[in-house]
Structure formats: C-alpha cells, structure tokens
C-alpha cells in the first residue's frame, strides 16, 4: 500500500511539474498602435498603454511627445507607462506626423473645438478609450476644473 501511494505522489508531483513547466507566463503589459479611433484629419498615429491591472474607471493620460519625437520614443524615454502600471491608469501616446514631428498647436482647425486638425485626432482618441476601456465618462475632479464636452 506504502508504494501504491508513492507512485501516486510521484506522478501526480510529475504532473503538477509538467503544467507549471508548461504553463505560459503571464503577459506583460505593452505598447499597442491603434488604427482605428474615430475622426482623425491630420493622420495621426495613436499609441496604447493599458497596464496589466487597471483601476476601475481609470484615469486616462495623453502624453504627447516633444517635437522631433514620436509616441514609442516618448514610450521608451518617460516612467507614464511605469507610473500607469502602479496606478492603474490608461496612456495615449498619440504621434505627429507633419514635418519635424511636431503637433499642430496653432491652426485654425485645431483651435476650434470639433474643426479638425490634430486636436480633434486627440479628441478621437480620448474618446476610442472611454468607449472601449469601460470609462463611462470625461472629466476631472480637482476643483475649478471644467469637465470635458
């Protein structure tokens, strides 16, 4: 009887072995490029960060890089996505594409709230997230802020 259970425990300790070996490691968070977010006149390009746990409506952060810059490089050099991961909130790494890689800040498309330009292709992201992500609404909470549209 003593051997029965022996080999019993052997093989099931072979077993247990054999699926924690076999068993995938869990996935990292990562940088994704969305392709699709809705409105986008001056093309864009719209990074994701989503750490592994995020908060329940989380926080969602635009960092938009320096000129010369792109997402993935503002990605790569800045602690958001090290940040998002211990406070569970969402990045956006949006990424200019003119020449110099800089954002549009001064058009006329881009300074009136739904004309167009870069700043509505930001708006289109902000939007994808809390539609996507489970944020049911834009906003902020420190007093004197007003509230996103």
Not at 5 to 20: P, R
Not at 128 to 143: E, K, M
């Amino acid at each position: 009887m003593k051997r029965l259970w022996a080999a019993l425990a052997a093989a099931v300790t072979a077993a247990a072995t054999a699926l924690v070996v076999a068993a995938p490691g869990a996935q990292a968070a990562s940088l994704v490029e969305v392709t699709s977010f809705g409105p986008n006149p001056s093309n864009l390009r719209m990074h994701l960060y989503v750490p592994d746990s995020v908060r329940t409506r989380p926080a969602v952060l635009v960092a938009s890089h320096y000129c010369t810059g792109t997402g993935p490089a503002f990605y790569s050099g800045t602690e958001f996505a090290r940040l998002a991961d211990q406070h569970g909130f969402i990045v956006i790494y949006p990424s200019a594409n003119r020449s110099g890689n800089c954002f549009d800040v001064s058009s006329q498309a881009t300074l009136t709230h739904g004309a167009g330009g870069d700043s509505l292709g930001i708006v289109s992201m902000v939007k994808h997230v809390i539609a996507t992500r489970g944020r049911t609404r834009p906003g902020c909470t420190r007093p004197g802020c007003r509230r996103a549209r």
